[in-house]
């Protein structure tokens, strides 16, 4: 697996548009996935979810961290459902940690709210979506 490789949505459709990727976002494109689905893949999938959860998968394990810390970890072929949480077992250990390489080692803020701090993480972006619904329906 390559390390900091990160599979966004955000270079795949640059690459799809012919546009650059911005200096700011991290990843590459599955555009050779899209031409060949039998093209060798070594990077994991990587998902963020906004500020500081984050998810690496590979074909075989699944790693989930949060904002807070806790953490979720699974074998994927054993259990294909997640009811089984392996992020505690000492056994899984050495295998979480080469996914934990994989996650971001660092982090944007939101953006929302008039304030740019993430208002919509606060429930300041729900009331102000209920108070613009509520005035458009007037």
């Not at 590979?58 to 949480?85: Q, V």
């Amino acid at each position: 697996m390559e390390h900091a490789s990160r599979v966004l949505h955000h270079p795949t459709l640059c690459d799809l548009a012919g546009i650059a990727v911005p200096k700011h976002v991290e990843g590459k494109s599955i555009r050779p996935l899209f031409n060949d689905p039998k093209t060798e893949w070594s990077a994991p999938g990587v998902t963020t979810y906004r500020f500081k959860n984050h998810t690496a998968r590979t074909e075989d394990w699944r790693l989930i961290r949060y904002a807070n810390g806790d953490e979720e970890f699974y074998d994927e072929k054993a259990n294909p459902n997640e009811w089984k949480k392996l992020a505690t077992d000492p056994k899984y250990a050495e295998q979480k940690a080469k996914l934990a390489k994989m996650l971001p080692d660092h982090d944007h803020a939101d953006i929302g709210g008039a304030d740019g701090k993430g208002a919509e993480n606060s429930g300041d972006g729900k009331k102000a979506e209920k108070k613009r619904l509520k005035k458009e329906a007037k």
